[in-house]
């Protein structure tokens, strides 16, 4: 079974729409991490977020912003008033302890295509 | 500079083959990650060092074998690989074990042929 599921595969918009991206995760721990990363064309991820799993308030960072719901074991993303730019593929991760280290879990990731 | 450098970026290779992979981090971290990425697959972890000694081997087939001389460099050696292990794979830093966020290169885009 996957531990992080991203079940949208991919999602075109329109410049300036408003899009979420969902991440549900699966764990036992009850300290755990979440992350998000973007993959540019380029290739490299890039990291956006990390949330531990003791912090449920939401976070915005300029057009971004996160919703960690626990009782529902879901981290989603939104993008505001999309852009051209956030064309990209974004991964969400799960850290978990596995013998002395956190060790991650991608889901398979969400392309983003925004049209101009 | 870029944080992590891969090189080569693109490679492509003989099943008969031997090459490398080379990762290098230029920001001081103690953990290096090699993970693979196929089409429509999760992003796979293959390998993590943290100070040099390897502290997870994700059954990895013995074709792919890592060397992480000191901190900052990270190998991938590859010898006889098959046409599935096309991939890119991806090399990442982070200040430690994996509760910080991993910074990455660009990959090396691997075609077995």
């Known amino acids: 079974a996957q531990k992080v599921t991203q079940a949208q595969t991919e999602i075109s918009v329109v410049e300036k729409e408003d899009v979420t991206l969902d991440c549900v995760y699966e764990?036992?721990?009850?300290?755990?991490?979440l992350f998000w990363y973007k993959q540019p064309p380029s290739g490299e991820l890039v990291f956006l977020i990390r949330?531990?799993?003791?912090?449920?308030q939401n976070e915005i960072s300029g057009r971004y912003s996160w919703n960690f719901q626990k009782s529902t074991s879901s981290f989603n993303f939104t993008i505001t008033a999309s852009q051209v730019v956030d064309s990209a593929v974004y991964f969400c991760?799960?850290?978990?302890?596995?013998?002395?280290?956190?060790?991650?879990?991608f889901g398979r990731g969400t392309s983003l295509i925004v049209h101009p | 500079e870029t944080g992590v450098t891969q090189t080569p970026r693109h490679l492509v290779m003989g099943m008969t083959n031997k090459k490398s992979l080379k990762c290098e981090q230029h920001?001081?971290?103690?953990?290096m990650y090699w993970y693979k990425q196929s089409a429509k697959k999760p992003l796979e972890l293959m390998f993590v060092?943290?100070?040099?000694?390897?502290?997870e081997n994700n059954s990895v087939p013995s074709r792919f074998s890592p060397e992480c001389p000191n901190s900052s460099h990270l190998f991938l050696h590859l010898h006889t690989l098959q046409p599935e292990d096309s991939a890119l794979y991806l090399c990442?830093?982070?200040?430690?074990?994996?509760?910080?966020?991993?910074?990455f290169g660009q990959g090396t885009r691997l075609t077995v042929v």
């Open positions: 990442a830093s982070s200040q430690e074990l994996q509760n910080t966020e991993a910074f």
């Open positions: 949330r531990n799993s003791f912090d449920e």
């Open positions: 991760a799960l850290s978990e302890k596995s013998g002395g280290s956190y060790i991650p879990t």
């Open positions: 920001l001081g971290h103690n953990a």
């Open positions: 060092y943290s100070l040099e000694e390897r502290v």
């Open positions: 764990t036992r721990d009850t300290t755990y991490y």
